[in-house]
């Protein structure tokens, strides 16, 4: 497979954007839209150009390589498109990732990343166990290693780690509370609830879609905690530091314009229907040119 790498040569200093340019967020698939309306929520004037590769999701189960590369592809992607910030809502790519790209885009073109929030599970735990679920990608980053090591590991806190390639493909199909899927999340979370965890660390972006599931399964027996606000406060805090925070209230804009790599917009139009809220205006359509 060849991907497309960001373009060899970037203008140093890189031209700064202007303030109305929009927010651009990529992920494997449309799970990181639970990310983009935090951001809209948070951000009510920004627009918002969503890069979904539906054409390689998911991404838990590729080599590294594959996975830097396919990210590389669409940041190199959404800064064609003039964004003013890319937000990889992805923690698989997120994991292996963010390095290079910050390096290569340099300050004018800021790369948002994402990290499972072990760190307020940590803080709140009753009782000195919790899980994160995440793909098996993101447990070989080192993201979340450090996170381990910085605040679970001086707290005392256990954490058990949970992995399944069978939840996102669900999210993607609009099937997240099918029986298949109820299945599959009692399986694989049946046994942390029986070693004592409180609080489960949702770690990639699909899995907020299916917090009802996991909710009518064990009720509170597990608090669920994920990234989108914290994402959200980030990706202000930049705009505002870089006085690039649009101030311009419009309510003709569209909200979330989604492109698709996988050519399969007029499939997934109905499951956005049922993801994004009424409030927040969005299209989507099929990438002509990846």
Same mark, same amino acid.
């Given at each position: 497979?060849?991907?497309?790498?960001?373009?060899?040569?970037?203008?140093?200093?890189?031209?700064?954007?202007?303030?109305?340019?929009?927010?651009?967020?990529?992920?494997?698939?449309?799970?990181?839209?639970?990310?983009?309306?935090?951001?809209?929520?948070?951000?009510?004037?920004?627009?918002?150009?969503?890069y979904?590769?539906?054409?390689?999701?998911?991404?838990?189960?590729?080599s590294?390589?594959?996975?830097?590369?396919?990210?590389?592809?669409?940041?190199?992607?959404?800064?064609?498109?003039?964004c003013?910030?890319?937000?990889v809502?992805?923690?698989?790519?997120s994991?292996?990732?963010?390095?290079?790209?910050?390096e290569?885009?340099?300050?004018? !073109?800021?790369?948002?990343?994402? &990290?499972?929030a +072990?760190?307020?599970?940590? %803080?709140?735990?009753?009782?000195? /166990?919790? $899980?994160?679920?995440a793909?098996?990608?993101?447990?070989?980053?080192?993201?979340?290693?450090?996170?381990?090591?910085? !605040?679970?590991?001086?707290?005392? &806190?256990?954490? +058990?780690?949970?992995?399944s %390639?069978?939840?996102?493909?669900? /999210?993607? $199909?609009?099937?997240?509370?099918?029986?298949?899927?109820?299945?599959?999340?009692?399986?694989?979370?049946?046994?942390?609830?029986?070693?004592?965890?409180?609080?489960?660390? +949702?770690?990639?972006?699909?899995?907020?879609?299916?917090?009802?599931?996991?909710?009518?399964?064990?009720a509170?027996?597990?608090?669920?905690?994920?990234?989108?606000?914290?994402?959200?406060?980030?990706?202000?805090?930049?705009?505002?530091?870089?006085r +690039?925070?649009?101030?311009?209230?419009?309510?003709?804009?569209?909200?979330?314009?989604?492109?698709?790599?996988?050519?399969?917009?007029?499939?997934?139009?109905?499951?956005?229907?049922?993801?994004?809220?009424?409030?927040?205006?969005?299209?989507?359509?099929?990438?002509?040119?990846?």
């Amino acid at each position: 497979m060849a991907a497309v790498q960001p373009i060899t040569e970037v203008l140093h200093p890189m031209p700064h954007a202007s303030s109305d340019a929009p927010i651009g967020v990529f992920d494997s698939g449309i799970g990181g839209l639970s990310i983009a309306q935090e951001i809209a929520r948070h951000l009510p004037n920004e627009r918002i150009i969503y890069y979904a590769d539906t054409a390689h999701v998911p991404y838990g189960a590729r080599s590294d390589q594959e996975i830097r590369e396919l990210t590389a592809h669409a940041i190199e992607w959404l800064y064609r498109q003039g964004c003013k910030i890319a937000v990889v809502a992805c923690n698989t790519a997120s994991a292996f990732s963010l390095d290079y790209l910050r390096e290569h885009y340099g300050e004018n !073109f800021p790369i948002v990343g994402l &990290v499972p929030a +072990l760190k307020p599970a940590v %803080l709140q735990t009753q009782s000195k /166990v919790v $899980a994160v679920l995440a793909t098996p990608a993101t447990f070989r980053g080192r993201l979340i290693k450090d996170v381990m090591m910085k !605040f679970a590991e001086p707290a005392g &806190v256990k954490v +058990l780690t949970v992995t399944s %390639l069978e939840l996102v493909p669900f /999210v993607e $199909a609009g099937q997240q509370m099918s029986d298949a899927c109820l299945s599959v999340l009692r399986q694989i979370l049946q046994p942390v609830v029986d070693q004592g965890a409180d609080f489960l660390v +949702l770690g990639c972006t699909h899995y907020p879609f299916l917090k009802d599931a996991i909710h009518q399964i064990f009720a509170e027996k597990l608090k669920l905690i994920d990234s989108g606000q914290a994402v959200a406060r980030q990706t202000a805090y930049i705009l505002i530091k870089n006085r +690039l925070l649009c101030d311009k209230i419009s309510h003709n804009i569209t909200r979330i314009e989604c492109f698709v790599s996988g050519q399969n917009a007029v499939e997934l139009e109905p499951v956005l229907q049922h993801l994004i809220p009424e409030q927040l205006t969005w299209t989507i359509q099929d990438l002509v040119e990846v």
